[in-house]
Nanobody, 123 residues
C-alpha cells in the first residue's frame, strides 16, 4: 500500500518556473521508481519524467532540457522542477509509483497514483 500526494501547481506566465512535489508513504521510498505524468483537457495521460530507485532518470522529448526530476529519500518526496514553461505544458500533473517491468513511459504500467495538481501556463 502506497499513498501519494502532489502539491505545487498553480498559474504561471510563459517562460516561468514551478516546482511540483510528491510526498509518498506506506513503503520503503528509496527503492521505488517514481514517475510524473500529465493530462490536458481532451487528451490522454502522457509520460513526463521518471526517476528509478537506483537513481536513473528519463524525460519525454517534449520536456527534455527544461524539466528536472529529483528525490529526497529522507523526506520520502520526489520533485519535478519545471523551467521555461510553455502554454502547451498546461495540464493536470500526476505522480505515480511502481511501474511494471520496463514500461516507465506508459501510465497503465504504474501501480499507485496521486490525486493530481493543476498547472496552467498563460501565453
Amino acid at each position: 500500500q502506497v499513498q501519494l500526494v502532489e502539491s505545487g501547481g498553480g498559474l504561471v506566465q510563459a517562460g516561468g518556473s514551478l516546482r511540483l512535489s510528491c510526498a509518498a508513504s506506506g513503503r520503503t521510498f528509496s527503492s521505488m521508481s517514481m514517475g510524473w505524468f500529465r493530462q490536458a483537457p481532451g487528451k490522454e495521460r502522457e509520460f513526463v519524467a521518471v526517476i528509478r530507485g537506483f537513481g536513473g532518470i528519463d524525460f519525454a522529448p517534449s520536456v527534455k532540457g527544461r524539466f528536472t526530476i529529483s528525490r529526497d529519500d529522507a523526506k520520502n518526496t520526489v520533485y519535478l522542477q519545471m523551467n521555461s514553461l510553455k502554454p502547451e505544458d498546461t495540464a493536470v500533473y500526476y505522480c505515480a509509483a511502481e511501474y511494471i517491468g520496463t514500461s516507465y513511459y506508459t501510465a497503465s504500467a504504474y501501480r499507485y497514483w496521486g490525486q493530481g495538481t493543476q498547472v496552467t501556463v498563460s501565453s
